[in-house]
């Protein structure tokens, strides 16, 4: 990618993602229980309203044999999107996986995994197969730790 980098330590940050894209997500994640789903958020940094999800796209889970603990967005659809968005004002700008049966926080896991300090983390929790909670966090350089980021739908 070769667009600017997000400040997404800005205080009060949000992600904005409409209604019917937090269905889809939600949706994606019930069907995906007892496994965990993930996919990548597309969208624009409106500046000061803060980012707005404008597509989102479903992943094949590719975690080898770890999916109900673990996710792993599928390389070659990140390639894909990248390269279609290419010269365009939509990037990826975070991705969301689902906890199957447990909070909607961010794992020992999920902060172990975490290489990219410019994406959204959006983490849905399901539980008994029906979806429980949904938030959004983002990576805090200075703490070293992830921030919860408030959701707003456009
Ligand atoms: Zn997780």
Redesign the pocket.
Known sequence: MCSAPFSLNRDGHVIVIRAGHLEQINRFAEQAYPEECCGLLIGRDDGASGLAVTRVAASPNVAEGRQRDSFEVDPKLRFDIMRALEGGPERIIGHY?S?PDHPAQ??A??TAMMFEPDLVWV?ISVVDGRVEQVTAHAWDGEQGGFREIAIRSG
């Open positions: 996986h906890h961010p794992s896991r999920d983490i």
